[in-house]
């Protein structure tokens, strides 16, 4: 059947429940922001068209397990349909009646269009059986849905016996954020306006009702009409595909059963750990691409003519394209390829994978131990900026970091001892790759850790963590103590300096910071190394300013060269990391001012560890710039064992751009 409906004829003796194979609430505050604006614009003798709602008739052995619904399936002749397409338009609308009907409760509003909240309720939200006290929720999740007891309790605000937290996920999230949005639109409009709404929502949207009949499969057919509204994505395509060929085994029904119990409690824990950080969301399709190539590494081994199974240049895409479409298909089930035993093992790895994958990403929110934390989230800001930091040679190695991380998580099998080795040995290894000149370091032989090819062995257990660690060690060591790459390194900066070409820089800036307030008495973070990666919330600062029209700039270093001047500013001890809008007030300032400025206390007095260290100093010449250089040297010696040169003076003024200091120095 074909036709347009209002929600009022839509929710005449019917129940509609959301599948198990779909998706929860997915609209964001825009999504919903559009709704409102069609209704808020819509007048009051038009209709507004919504969209289609698809809906497929549940099946008896399906309804019967409704332990709640049954009776008024049975004794009210409810029909119970599931929805297939719509959903995302339709939980909107009951969002928004059931949050209308809040208002009329707050307000004491005893009508709306002659409409008792009572009857508000009994036709959308819920009916009840009187004599047990038994309510039927009349829109709803299935109930092994993570969303089901959000949506009764946060939502519909009914109890639930057994409710659990854990359930929040980042679609129940979003439940709650479309009925914040219209309690903040409904709450101070009087009694016509929101009856004006209460009409529009339920007598003027109207939907495109398209029934499913047997000879339609309803998985496919999911799979295509969530195209037409936000796209699902592909570990959401990837769950209805598992749950549809759970079917086709030639299994007894105990057995496809039990595989798509699996299929939904796998998926609760996965969508339950991707959004359990209100601050940092994790991408569904980060974790399955990454998930996909440790689980399929031996698709990416190179061949005798250099060529993969999988060109891993089509990165984001190359996971749906085998498991859509070549893994998990009717066709290798026909031929015997695919086995209901291969499905229950992938399963089981994406189950243990997504605890570690929430744990690397997150680290804060896991029960790792504080030093573990910190390092996991060091080499997160590695993986994160590695187009920043990494140059391109080494850039298609860094693709598989996340990989590499996760498959050396599973392989320390929980011996968090080991694990805080491996990621100390890591993050020195990749700051030395980043820290020496890359030409250099490309151009010595020495042969850098393949990920990709230690992820495919510590899956054949044909290396071990230990042997990871002492690997990565071993190059690092290689890298340091290379004569010719040290050299290249200390005249490479010497020439370019150091903030432009700061691929390192920031990450050591931060580094010292931190440093420093570990010593200090208070330990309070004052400058948090993700801030950086939020444009427009870090950047460096020269003390000596790029541009210093400020007199006593001029006159401290007129009798420099234009290049020594330069050389000065863009010098390692003349660099400090500060917000951009410090920045620009600071600019150029003199020394003393930039210290403490009493005005609109924006100085170094009021700053980050680092900015208060300079106020120790009582002028900025060409002979402090280099003693905080030597400074920030010792502390790259001490934290990641980096020796500049041959240890000695020279070397490292030549390193920092100020061998011209020291004849000054003579001259005086």
Not at 190 to 200: A, R, V
Not at 613 to 623: H, I
């Amino acid at each position: 059947m074909d036709t347009l409906s209002s929600l009022a004829k839509i929710f005449v003796e019917k129940i509609y429940r959301i599948p198990d194979y779909q998706r929860g609430y997915a609209w964001t505050l825009k999504e919903v922001e559009d709704f409102w604006d069609d209704l808020c614009r819509l007048e009051t003798d038009k209709n507004h068209y919504v969209g289609v709602l698809t809906l497929e008739p549940a099946k008896k052995e399906e309804y019967e397990k409704w332990i709640d619904d049954v009776w008024i399936i049975k004794s009210k002749r409810y029909q119970p349909l599931h929805i297939v397409d719509g959903q995302q338009r339709i939980t909107t609308a009951i969002i928004l009646i059931v949050t209308i009907a809040k208002i009329m409760k707050e307000k004491n509003i005893k009508y709306l269009n002659y409409t008792t909240r009572e009857e508000i309720y009994k036709k959308y939200i819920y009916e009840v059986k009187e004599e047990m006290k038994n309510k039927t929720y009349i829109f709803s999740y299935e109930c092994d849905n993570p969303s089901y007891e959000y949506l009764i309790t946060n939502i519909y605000e009914e109890n639930l016996i057994g409710t659990a937290k854990e359930n929040e996920t980042v679609y129940t999230k979003n439940l709650l954020k479309a009925k914040q949005f219209f309690y903040n639109k409904l709450k101070n409009l009087k009694k016509e306006e929101l009856e004006e709404i209460y009409t529009k929502i339920t007598q003027h949207f109207l939907f495109n009702i398209y029934t499913i009949t047997d000879d339609i499969d309803v998985y496919v057919t999911f799979e295509t009409m969530n195209n037409r509204g936000k796209l699902l994505s592909n570990l959401e395509l990837l769950k209805n595909r598992l749950i549809y060929i759970s079917t086709l085994f030639n299994v007894d029904n105990k057995e496809k059963n039990r595989l798509r119990r699996d299929v939904n409690k796998c998926w609760k824990k996965i969508y339950y750990i991707l959004g359990r950080s209100t601050e940092n969301i994790l991408l569904d399709d980060e974790f399955l691409v990454t998930h996909f190539m440790l689980y399929f590494t031996n698709l990416f081994e190179e061949k005798e003519n250099g060529d993969s199974n999988i060109d891993y240049y089509r990165f984001g895409h190359i996971e749906s394209d085998y498991l859509l479409n070549k893994y998990f298909v009717v066709s290798k089930i026909s031929n015997g390829d695919l086995v209901i035993k291969d499905c229950f093992n992938y399963i089981e790895s994406l189950s243990t994978c997504i605890t570690f994958w929430g744990d690397i990403k997150n680290p804060y929110t896991s029960s790792y131990n504080d030093d573990i934390k910190e390092y996991i989230d060091k080499i997160n800001f590695f993986s994160m900026k590695r187009k920043r930091f990494f140059r391109y040679i080494f850039f298609n190695n860094m693709r598989y970091l996340n990989v590499f991380l996760l498959s050396c998580f599973l392989a320390c099998n929980n011996n968090n001892k080991l694990l805080l080795k491996f990621l100390k040995a890591l993050e020195r290894y990749l700051f030395v790759l980043d820290f020496f000149e890359s030409d250099a370091v490309d151009e010595s032989n020495i042969r850098l850790v393949d990920f990709k090819e230690n992820i495919l062995k510590i899956n054949e257990k044909r290396i071990t963590i230990e042997n990871i660690i002492e690997l990565m060690n071993k190059i690092s060591e290689q890298i340091i103590s290379n004569t010719d790459i040290n050299k290249q390194t200390i005249k490479f900066y010497n020439k370019y300096g150091f903030y432009d070409n700061n691929k390192w820089i920031v990450y050591f800036l931060l580094e010292y910071e931190y440093s420093l307030m570990k010593k200090s008495k208070t330990k309070i973070l004052k400058l948090n190394r993700w801030d950086y990666t939020k444009k427009g919330v870090m950047s460096i600062e020269h003390i000596y300013p790029r541009n210093s029209h400020h007199k006593e700039w001029i006159d401290k270093f007129k009798s420099l060269t234009l290049e020594q001047r330069n050389k000065l500013r863009n010098s390692l001890g003349n660099l400090v990391l500060v917000s951009p809008e410090r920045n620009s007030k600071l600019g150029n300032l003199p020394f003393s001012q930039k210290k403490c400025n009493k005005d609109n206390t924006i100085g170094y007095k009021y700053g980050t560890y680092a900015e208060i260290e300079l106020t120790d100093y009582e002028d900025w010449n060409m002979q402090t710039i280099e003693e905080r250089g030597l400074k920030l040297i010792a502390f790259l010696s001490e934290r990641w064992g980096i020796k500049i040169g041959n240890g000695k003076k020279d070397d490292k003024r030549k390193f920092l751009g100020l061998d011209f200091v020291k004849n000054r120095e003579v001259q005086g």
